[in-house]
């Protein structure tokens, strides 16, 4: 099992940035593909980008492509999303997620077994 604490969140103005990160406590963190999710009031969640175990593959929706990146450090058990070019859009409770030994890094939320508690992005117009 994981557990996974994220932070790093907190008030923006639009055009600034922020940096996620998601811990991971446990030895086999480089076995799990990570997932960064999103979650607005009223909303449903959605994807926002996902990286392989190896971090050689990455995935993004459409709307945070070229602004936000997912990288990870395995010796560090942690993940990060670095997020550019903040939009009011982009207001949403930002959750990280784990899935162990996958072959094709999953999209979506289903597949994904660990979930932290999540940290909330503001970006304010």
């Known amino acids: 099992q994981v557990q996974l604490v994220e932070s790093g969140g907190g008030l923006v103005q639009a055009g600034g940035s922020l940096r996620l990160s998601c811990a991971a406590s446990?030895?086999?963190?480089?076995?799990?593909?990570m997932g960064w999710f999103r979650q607005a009031p009223g909303k449903e969640r959605e994807f926002v980008g996902a990286?392989?175990?190896?971090?050689?593959?990455?995935y993004y929706r459409d709307s945070v492509e070229g602004r936000f990146t997912i990288s990870r450090d395995n010796a560090k058990n942690t993940v990060y999303l670095q997020m550019n070019s903040l939009k009011p859009e982009d207001t949403a409770v930002y959750y990280c997620a784990a899935v162990h030994l996958v072959a094709a890094v999953p999209l979506s939320s289903k597949e994904y077994d660990y979930w932290g508690q999540g940290t909330q992005v503001t970006v304010s117009s």
């Open positions: 446990g030895r086999t963190f480089s076995s799990y593909a």
């Open positions: 990286i392989s175990w190896s971090g050689r593959r990455t």
